[in-house]
């Protein structure tokens, strides 16, 4: 596929079954996520992938920490956690390792671990592997950081859902470039030569 043709399509693929992107594909895709921009080559992210019966363990997780903000939740919604993970073969968990550096601040390394999750769902699409970045109230919670081993200086910033596309694609919305794109302008002498 060529890339400004798949830059320019790529969807989510909600809908996601077996198989899994095999050990080649994920190579690929990784090797895409680690070409993100980064300053001062801090490599802020670390990917943790989980598969196979680690996804009901990680549903556990979802479903003890659910319960630890909510103690009156109903065994379907406790149900309802336990089975998330289940929505696609392998899941990336996106972890953020801040570095305090003097010249980038967190907010940076954060955006750098996104813009690495974005070459993941291009390098995804490009295969022809289904994926969606997924999230949700209990993915920024302390306890399922603490439960995936994550250290106190990094972040879970979600999942990113894999597997083989499953039901038809979705249809493009299309958008129009000039509604989010135009050039500014310095009010100031915009108005001096207007003499506003
Ligand atoms: C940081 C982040 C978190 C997201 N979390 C969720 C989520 O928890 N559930 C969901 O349905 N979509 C979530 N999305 C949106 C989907 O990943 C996807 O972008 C959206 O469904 C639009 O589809 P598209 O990527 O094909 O345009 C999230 C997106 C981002 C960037």
């Not at 996804?55 to 979802?62: D, K």
Request: aromatic fraction near 6%; proline fraction near 7%; include cysteine.
């Amino acid at each position: 596929m060529e890339l400004l043709q798949g830059l320019q399509q790529r969807v989510s693929t909600p809908r996601l079954t077996e198989p899994a992107p095999d050990a080649r594909q994920l190579e690929q895709i990784f090797q895409a996520a680690l070409r993100a921009p980064d300053h001062a080559r801090l490599r802020p992210w670390r990917f943790l992938t989980v598969a196979g019966e680690a996804r009901h363990a990680l549903g556990e997780v979802f479903a003890r920490v659910a319960l630890e903000d909510q103690p009156d939740l109903a065994p379907e919604a406790i149900a309802r956690f336990k089975a998330l993970p289940l929505r696609a073969p392998l899941l990336v968990a996106l972890v953020c390792k801040i570095t305090k550096h003097p010249k980038v601040p967190d907010i940076e390394q954060q955006l750098s671990v996104a813009a690495a999750a974005q070459n993941i769902l291009n390098a995804a699409y490009a295969l022809g592997v289904g994926a969606m970045w997924r999230t949700g109230s209990v993915s920024y919670h302390p306890a399922t950081a603490s439960a995936l081993g994550l250290a106190r200086h990094e972040q879970l910033l979600g999942f990113i859902y894999m597997g083989t596309p499953s039901g038809s694609a979705k249809k493009l919305e299309p958008l129009e470039t000039k509604d989010y794109v135009m050039a500014w302008q310095d009010q100031a002498s915009s108005q001096r030569v207007t003499g506003e």
